[in-house]
Nanobody, 123 residues
């Protein structure tokens, strides 16, 4: 599966952005989807993940209550709605896909990655 992330940009603290990740192929519904982010000089970190059907979601504590992950299997797309953004949310955001069924919060658990989209939150 090939992934294409989009929707990043520059936003003021307290603002919102919605990221999208479009997947190629006809088997999108077979993949657990995740969002990760990487700030300069830091390791890539887990943000959120959603199960194949969309019935189960899981978030990093740092974004819980502010970010929402969702998916539309008919459109082969996963979304990350980001509200109440903070300067510390500044990073390159990556979408990832894997057919695994585990908790899927580690980058090494995902086989497929998008190219990343920059999110910058100004104070």
């Amino acid at each position: 599966v090939q992934l294409q992330a989009s929707g990043g940009g520059l936003v003021q603290a307290g603002g919102s952005l919605r990221l999208s990740c479009a997947a190629s192929g006809r088997t999108f519904s077979r993949y657990t989807m995740g969002w990760f982010r990487q700030a300069p000089g830091k390791e890539r970190e887990f943000v959120a993940r959603i199960s194949r059907s969309g019935s189960s979601t899981y978030y990093a504590d740092s974004v819980k209550g502010r970010f929402t992950i969702s998916r539309d299997n008919a459109k082969n797309t996963v979304y990350l709605q980001m509200n109440s953004l903070k300067p510390e949310d500044t990073a390159v955001y990556y979408c990832a896909a894997d057919q695994g069924l585990a908790t899927m919060t580690l980058a090494k658990e995902y086989d497929y990655w998008g190219q990343g989209t920059q999110v910058t939150v100004s104070s």
